[in-house]
């Protein structure tokens, strides 16, 4: 990741809150100083399609979305959405995948058509840091299972130069009053969760 | 203050900051947070949505001759609607200051085409402004104002997608109160005989040549020298692409596009060695320059199609040699199953195209969620081409095949009121034998549930009585209207049957709110009885994403099915059409 440069990919399905993830993330760069743009393309999107959001953070941000091949970080809310994404990042970069699995009908109805058996794994075959998260396991264990974008924040954080003051008002900014708190639990969950504490 | 805003965020702020007092639109991705913002954060603009673009566009131009400043706003499309008031508009001229807002949309993200409307403007003989983030889309709306008032004119500020939806850091400001305007009485300017429009139009001739005076001067059209040799004219989205990869080059941005400031391009490209056009989408400025005779090229390099990118640009700067090295993606893409958006669990939509899909009739669509009927594995939807479309299509469809095989139109409420009407009364005038279903979910659902005359509230949240279709298809002089449950699958495919096979226009309604808005719709959610089902894999083919494969198969091998209940919403199709009647209400299971 070059000094002053952070570019984010977050991908996954309608519904899941890939734009609030967005949100929090642009709102504390924001807090933090920086230049910051972020994209992503509403419509269509919302009826169960791919949901692809670029976060850019710099001293001075020019495109709006991501060149292809140079995210330096990957969140993927669905692990087949994260490898479809996979190939966004640097070769170094760091991809946070939920074990998230959500197969469309247009899979389940059709003969021709696959889920991968494990797209976590051949997330890993090419890329050299992937985090794997149980993040529905933990969002449950948490009490709601909604939460799994903050637990993936959590995860991101470790990555990113932004105090966890800052990042506790910027979720406090977006998020609504009585889901606050159990967002905060899940952001720590997550902040626990390192390249280096995931099994490979 | 500072504020991260969208595109479409920062045009309604601009509007507020400009003075605006009245801004008309009808939705439409990618604009429609415009009016939704201005609703929502700046209610001293009154805000409103009207039945269609043209309708909004021609309560603008009222407004602006009232003497107020104006904003109209549309998508790319929603423009050839609004394009026969602006044509003449752009005769009249305004009194109060006059933006369109043309929101376009490459690569449709949310679109039926993708076309360039800078050639709308040109062809209008309208000055455009183009913004290249959140910052310049706001103060680009002030300037328009005042273009627009000094030069006696309609301006377009034309957005993309990825400026409308793209969040940037923008300064606010105040808001300024512009000078008042009353209506003057003024038929040679607003009379648009041919006695009046040929003077009118002389004077439009005269306006644009001093429009490209100002085009000249304007600070909107720079150079940013950095001692290159190679020279970029760009603007818009596609600006930011090509400074991000090559932030060495000499750049030539035009913010103010037509006319274009053809002397100031003239100096720049002679100054350069190499000189490379990135525009995005048509070559709207290399034909130009080209026609002019300055060596340029572009579109050889960068292409035509959809939405530029950082990547796109650099490609296209490798192939014309300017640049030796690119990075490439280190790694390589995985070829995967699509995700297209599919109708929602619980869309009353779904009945509807299970029973046509049975029916095998031809059908005509239309501009909505529906339009997703035609997707695997629903498979029933022949046609989309416009708003309003399906209903004339059924007619001609119907005029040379013949009622027998049975012609079906589907179309939505706001459709409807957008562009139906129209297409229904030539079905009764020309004794068509279609059937238009009008699926009524009173919503302006697939843009985020807006408000329209059938709904009984206003874009500002005021109550207003609403528009009763039934009684309106009939004081039409359609005799058979019928009204279906379109979550009650047997029904609705009779009544269509009936109704295909009847003489004349039919209009069936589906009476089912959408279930995500206004409100959303959760009832008791069913669950398969796996022991029971079969792996028939019927209800999979309903295409509901709250069904899944089940890991338990049957005994080929196939997979039964599994029902999420947070998704569900109990609308009982599946359990409908299920076989073996295994899929129940979770509390019967329970007890069972």
């Known amino acids: 990741m070059s000094e002053n440069k952070f570019d984010i990919l977050i991908v996954g399905v309608g519904g899941q809150g890939v734009l609030l993830a967005s949100e929090i993330i642009s709102a504390v760069a924001l807090r933090a100083g920086f230049d910051v743009k972020k994209s992503e393309v509403h419509g269509m999107s919302q009826r169960g399609g791919v949901v692809t959001s670029h976060v850019k953070i710099a001293d001075k941000v020019y495109s709006p979305t991501i060149a292809q091949g140079q995210a330096d970080i990957i969140m993927a809310f669905e692990q087949a959405e994260g490898l479809r994404a996979i190939n966004w990042m640097k070769k170094d970069g760091i991809a946070i995948i939920s074990r998230t699995t959500l197969i469309p009908a247009i899979v389940t109805s059709s003969k021709e058509l696959h889920y991968p058996e494990d797209p976590i794994a051949a997330a890993k075959a090419k890329a050299a840091k992937v985090i794997s998260v149980d993040a529905d396991d933990i969002a449950r264990e948490l009490g709601n299972p909604r939460v799994v974008n903050t637990i993936l924040l959590g995860v991101a954080s470790n990555y990113l130069p932004f105090s966890v003051a800052d990042w506790t008002e910027a979720m406090k900014s977006k998020i609504k009053e009585r889901f606050v708190e159990i967002n905060l639990t899940a952001f720590e969950r997550g902040r626990s969760i390192k390249l280096d504490t995931v099994k490979a | ?592």
């Open chain 2, 1 to 592: 203050m500072k504020e991260l805003l969208s595109g479409n965020e920062a045009v309604a702020r601009g509007v507020y900051e400009a003075g605006v007092k009245l801004a008309a639109a009808y939705p439409g991705t990618p604009s429609t947070e415009i009016l939704e913002t201005l609703a929502a954060r700046y209610r001293s603009v009154y805000s409103q949505w009207s039945p269609n673009e043209k309708v909004a566009f021609e309560v603008g131009i009222g407004a602006s001759l009232g003497g107020a400043r104006t904003l109209v706003a549309m998508k790319h499309v929603g423009v050839n609607v609004a394009a026969d008031p602006l044509m003449t508009f752009a005769y009249t001229g305004v009194n109060g200051g006059f933006v369109l807002v043309s929101a376009d949309d490459p690569e449709m993200h949310s679109s039926q085409n993708e076309q360039d409307n800078r050639y709308l403007a040109r062809f209008a003989q309208i000055p455009f402004l183009e913004p290249a983030d959140s910052q310049e889309a706001k103060e680009m709306v002030k300037l328009a104002y005042d273009i627009s008032e000094e030069f006696d004119t309609p301006v377009m500020l034309r957005l993309t997608t990825r400026i409308s939806h793209t969040k940037g850091i923008v300064e606010l400001n105040d808001p300024i109160t512009p000078e008042e305007k009353k209506f003057k009485k003024d038929p040679a300017k607003y009379v648009m005989v041919p006695a009046n429009a040929k003077v009118r139009h002389k004077i439009v001739v005269e306006r644009l040549e001093k429009l490209r005076d100002h085009s000249e001067n304007t600070p909107l059209n720079y150079a940013e020298l950095n001692g290159s040799k190679v020279g970029i004219i760009t603007g818009g989205v596609a600006y930011q692409y090509a400074r991000e990869v090559a932030p060495d080059f000499d750049y030539f941005k035009i913010g103010f596009g037509n006319p274009l400031p053809l002397q100031k391009i003239t100096d720049f490209v002679n100054a350069h060695e190499t000189v490379l056009v990135v525009e995005e989408l048509e070559p709207y400025y290399e034909e130009q320059l080209k026609a002019v005779g300055l060596k340029v090229e572009g579109k050889k390099f960068f292409g035509k199609l959809g939405e530029l990118s950082p990547y796109r640009v650099a490609l296209g700067m490798k192939e014309a040699g300017v640049v030796a090295e690119i990075s490439h993606p280190e790694i390589d893409a995985e070829s995967l199953f699509p995700r297209p958006p599919v109708l929602c669990p619980g869309c009353p939509h779904r009945g509807v195209f299970m029973a046509l899909r049975k029916l095998k009739v031809a059908v005509t669509g239309d501009i909505g969620c529906y339009t997703l009927g035609t997707l695997k594995p629903l498979n029933a939807l022949d046609t989309c081409i416009c708003m309003g479309a399906s209903i004339g299509s059924a007619i001609g469809m119907e005029k040379v095949q013949g009622a027998e095989k049975g012609v079906v139109a589907v179309i939505g409420d706001s459709t409807f009121f957008h562009s139906g009407i129209t297409g229904l009364l030539d079905a009764v005038y020309n004794q068509s034998n279609v059937t238009v279903m009008i699926l009524d979910n009173r919503a302006t659902a697939m843009t985020g549930g807006q408000e329209h005359p059938g709904t009984g509230r206003t874009l500002m949240g005021e109550k207003v009585s609403h528009v009763d279709i039934p009684t309106l298809v009939k004081a039409m002089g359609v005799k058979n209207v019928r009204e279906v449950d379109a979550y009650n699958y047997k029904e609705t495919l009779a009544v269509i049957e009936e109704e295909i096979a009847r003489e004349g226009p039919s209009v069936i309604l589906t009476s089912r709110p959408c279930v995500l808005m206004p409100k959303r719709i959760m009832d008791e959610p069913y669950v398969v009885d796996l022991e029971l089902c079969n792996g028939c894999s019927a209800c999979f083919r309903i295409s509901c994403p709250a069904i899944a494969a089940a890991t338990e198969t049957n005994k080929y091998g196939h997979p039964k099915a599994v029902i999420d209940p947070t998704l569900c919403t109990g609308c009982t199709l599946c359990a409908q059409i299920c076989p073996e009647e295994c899929i129940i209400l979770k509390s019967q299971f329970v007890k069972a």
